[in-house]
């Protein structure tokens, strides 16, 4: 475990085995994905969507399902059931050079 913190690096644990029950991980990392999959089919929907009533109706919807999207995302990260790796200075900054390098190929500037 020292030698991991002197390296920078977090500790990690092997998975634990489980059966085949669902714990409050599970239960919220599938309301995730299901907020995801609601949030591309109202996009989808409000992009097609010929009247006005049903366009802000849909929108509102999707504005709402950002937002839980969103807390479930945080609350999922705070409890670091949802982890990401932290990029260093240099990823970031080939990854903004690549995506500037892009814009060259747009046809209006």
């Known amino acids: ?18 059966g085949p029950e669902m714990n409050d991980r599970d239960r919220l990392n599938d309301i995730l ?7 591309h089919s109202y996009g989808v929907a409000v992009n097609e969507a010929s009247n006005d009533t049903l366009y802000q109706t849909q929108m509102s919807i999707l504005t709402d399902i950002h937002q839980y999207q969103r807390d479930l ?3 999922m990260h705070t ?8 990029a260093n ?3 970031i900054t080939q990854a903004a050079q690549k995506f500037t390098n892009y814009q060259t190929q747009f046809p209006y500037q």
């Open 89 to 91: 200075t240099q990823h």
């Open 79 to 86: 409890k670091g059931w949802y982890r990401m790796d932290q």
């Open 73 to 75: 995302f945080n609350l």
């Open 33 to 39: 994905a299901m907020e995801k999959y609601m949030s």
């Open 1 to 18: 475990m020292q030698s991991q913190q002197q390296a920078g690096q977090t500790q990690t644990h092997p998975p634990q085995m489980k």
